[in-house]
């Protein structure tokens, strides 16, 4: 009787699971139910067959295998081939692979993913069926030309699967290298190196006889690359089978230069390098490419074992270019105990002390940097030139200031040394004064210990400054001022530039340096080689409206003006009033009740007035009426490539360009802000048909120009007649003060303005 399919399945299954071979004898002789699906019984054979290649049971893959798993219509299906192929290494089963070879199956394909069963054994280190392998005949050694075998085993240092391979034909291939890194087996031992197991594979290598001089990664030897990774075991191994030692690779470095800067992992190991090398007549103090001597780069390093071996092959610690002492010095770190065992090493070799470099930098210089104060003193001790300066100038007063971040009390400990030997606080150059090292805020007590030792206070550096044009808001306390001014500083002293501490104090809006200096009487009006006073800096800045209060209230002068005809009034325009004019009426407001209304028709830099920067700002329009009111010049309206001035496109606009044109305003330069043809017409209907009257207006402002109120006033005219001349008809009455100019709680006010 025949077996149902899920009867068949589940019986062969286990049979095959349990190694059961009669079992499986049977079923397979058994009729299984003819509506099978053919598909399902192959993958169930398929299935079978996998498990009996993992359980390495060869009868029973040869009653289930048939080449219908792994051929379909006559052709091999690759992926098939591969799987049966990954199952039997993965097994290590030998006779399972070559069952397969014998049915058909490929070691090896190259379409689309390419596979090989060689490969694939070294890479799981498969060696019994690598070994099978190897005695197939005519199976090729050097399958992937990119990927040399020899190098797979290399680079995972698995000896067993490397000395197969060199005990057949692959030996061959020894030297080739792979196409990624231009890598020999040798090469990837190296590159890849974690330990003994991969020294045990170079060594069957070179045993082998791989070229242990040959050239890999386009640009080194294997001896020298070593070194370069930090690995004097396989440095010394390669040393003792006579590797060439003179090579040199980029940086043009030899191979003492690589041990010497590369020694971290082994030092012992790496001084007895180093002893090879120069017990066979290697120079030990032959500069490398760039300059450096192997002490240098031994010192750089921090390796104390190859210092001693240099030491003892008698190097020399002064030798040019080498700097041993002041590379030593600039390698301190927070952990000083090597640095320090090499310095002594150095120092009892005769190093000298006051070695510089190109920028005249001393060993004692760097000390003063590291804040050392051991150092500094053993250096001194040792005759170190307290006096040198570096080619700037700076001395090492100005190094031991360089990273004290606030610590005056450590600072004037190692100042206090330099004083006892005579140092002076003094510079020759002008542009490196000590004050430019000092922390922003330095306490008082430390400040005169500066002073009483020669710091300069009344003229620093080239641009003759003194000490108050060098204060910040970080620094500034009165008790501080008053120790300035104590000892005589000028707080109206110019520099190089003309500018005094207030204007420098309003340049950088030093807030409580310039409310003092005002508070105690400073001259706010010195104006510098350009013509500016404190005013006119502070002008340049945005929103500040205190500092200006203060300066104007303390009688700033707004009528004077810089070497280019400017008064503060055209630098506070030209830099302050923007789109953002709804944050800076205050300002403006503030500015024009005190003293520079009269300036409101003198064009700045930018050529623009005050009229016609506000003109484009929707958020301006009370104060444009204003202006108006004041009876501004309007006869430069901007016209060229402009946008229409927003007055021009409100609901009020036949209003608005009325009441310009009566004030003075070109009618031309008008028409340009017009955008509707009816718009022109009804203008030029207006002008044409002004009345006498108002024509009359028109001119007598014109002729009046600003002040007009005062002016109307002082002719007596009746009350309506000056009202007219003032355009009170025209221009609601809250616009002809600046007080609450810009509140819109008068509602009939607020829908006009809006």
């Known amino acids: 009787m025949a077996l149902s ?50 359980n390495r049971n060869l009868s029973i893959v040869n009653l289930v295998f048939t080449k219908e798993l792994v051929f379909d219509a006559g052709a091999l299906n690759l992926y098939k081939n591969v799987k049966f192929m990954n199952v039997a290494i993965a097994s290590d089963y030998a ?104 020294l045990d594979c170079l060594k069957a290598l070179t045993n082998a006889g791989a070229d242990i001089d040959a050239v890999i990664l386009n640009r080194t030897t294997p001896l020298l690359y070593a070194a370069e990774e930090d690995l004097p075991d396989v440095v010394l191994f390669l040393l003792n089978q006579g590797a060439n030692r003179t090579p ?54 921090g390796s104390v074992e190859i210092i001693k071996e240099l030491l003892k092959a008698g190097c020399d610690v002064n030798k040019p270019n080498g700097e041993s002492l002041r590379a ?100 020759s150059n002008p542009d490196v004064t000590l004050w430019h ?35 910040n808001h970080e620094n500034f306390t009165e008790a501080l001022m008053e120790y300035l001014l104590g000892i005589g500083v000028d ?21 409580d340096l310039l409310k003092y200096l005002v508070n105690i009487g400073c001259d706010m009006n010195i104006q510098n080689h350009e013509g500016q006073t404190a005013l006119m800096v502070l002008g340049q800045g945005h929103n500040y409206l205190e500092l200006l209060e203060i300066l104007l209230k303390a009688g700033a002068d707004t009528n004077l003006r810089d070497v280019k005809g400017q008064t503060f009034f055209q630098y506070y325009t030209a830099n302050n009033i923007s789109y953002q004019f709804e944050n800076q009426h205050k300002e403006l407001e503030f500015l024009l009740q005190n003293g520079c209304l009269p300036f409101i028709d003198i064009p700045n830099q930018d050529g623009d007035t005050l009229f016609t920067k506000v003109l484009s700002d929707i958020d301006a329009f009370p104060m444009l009426w204003f202006l108006i009111t004041e009876n501004c010049s309007l006869k430069n309206l901007p016209t060229t490539n402009c946008s ?13 360009y009325e009441i310009f044109y009566e004030s003075g305003a070109p009618r031309d330069q008008i028409k340009q802000h017009l955008f509707e043809e009816k718009s022109v017409e009804n203008f030029d209907h207006f002008c044409n048909n002004l009345s006498l009257k108002s024509t009359c207006r028109r001119t007598i402002r014109g002729q009046l120009g ?28 809250k616009c002809f003060s600046l007080i609450g100019l810009f509140k819109r709680d008068d509602s009939k006010f607020k829908l006009w303005y809006e």
Not at 14 to 41: F, H, I, R
Not at 182 to 189: I, K, N, Q, T
Not at 711 to 730: E, G, H, S, W
């Open 5 to 54: 399919l899920d009867d068949f399945s589940s019986r062969l299954k286990s049979a095959v699971k349990a190694n059961d071979e009669n079992g499986v004898k049977e079923l397979m002789d058994q009729q299984v139910a003819t509506y099978a699906p053919v598909d399902k019984l192959k993958a169930l054979k398929t299935e079978c067959c996998v498990d009996a290649l993992t």
């Open 95 to 198: 006779d399972g692979v070559h069952f397969l070879h014998s049915q058909g199956l490929l070691l090896e394909h190259l379409e689309g993913m390419p596979w090989n069963a060689l490969y694939r054994c070294v890479e799981f280190n498969k060696v019994e069926v690598l070994k099978y392998l190897l005695t197939v005949p005519g199976i090729d050694m050097n399958p992937n030309k990119d990927e040399p075998l020899l190098t797979l085993p290399a680079r995972q240092g698995n000896l067993r699967c490397l000395n197969i391979l060199l005990d057949s034909n692959a030996k061959h291939y020894i030297n080739n290298k792979n196409k990624m890194d231009a890598l020999s087996a040798l090469g990837c031992c190296i590159r890849y190196y974690k330990g003994s197991e991969h």
């Open 248 to 301: 040199r690779v980029y940086g043009d470095h030899k191979l003492l230069h690589l041990l010497c800067k590369y020694s971290e992992k082994s030092p012992d190991v790496s001084r007895e390098c180093v002893k090879n090398l120069i017990d066979s007549g290697a120079d030990a103090n032959e500069p490398s490419g760039c300059g450096e001597t192997p002490v240098l780069l031994a010192v750089i390093s």
């Open 328 to 427: 030593s010095v600039r390698q301190l770190s927070d952990d000083m105990t090597v640095e320090k065992v090499i310095l002594k090493m150095l120092l009892d070799a005769g190093a000298d002390v006051n070695l510089f470099d190109e920028d005249g930098v001393t060993p004692l210089m760097l000390a003063a940097q590291q804040r050392d104060v051991e150092l500094i003193e053993l250096f001194i001790s040792l005759g170190a030139a307290v006096h040198a300066c570096d080619v700037s100038g700076r001395s090492v007063c100005h190094y031991s200031l360089a990273r004290a971040y606030g610590d005056t009390i450590k600072s004037k400990e190692l100042l206090e040394i330099f004083v006892k030997e005579g140092v002076s606080f003094a510079t």
């Open 437 to 471: 090292w000092i922390d922003p805020t330095p306490d008082i007590e430390f400040l005169k210990f500066l002073v009483n030792n020669g710091l300069e206070v009344h003229k620093i550096g080239s641009r003759e400054e003194n000490i108050l044009h060098c204060l």
């Open 491 to 511: 707080i109206n002293q110019q520099d190089k530039y003309g500018d005094t501490p207030l204007i420098s104090a309003a340049s950088d809006m030093k807030l």
């Open 644 to 656: 229409i001035a927003p007055i021009f496109m409100t609901t009020d606009r036949v209003q608005n």
């Open 706 to 733: 600003l002040g007009i109120k005062e002016k109307v006033t002082k002719l007596n005219l009746p009350i309506a007649l000056q009202d007219f001349m003032l355009l009170k008809d025209r221009i609601p009455s």
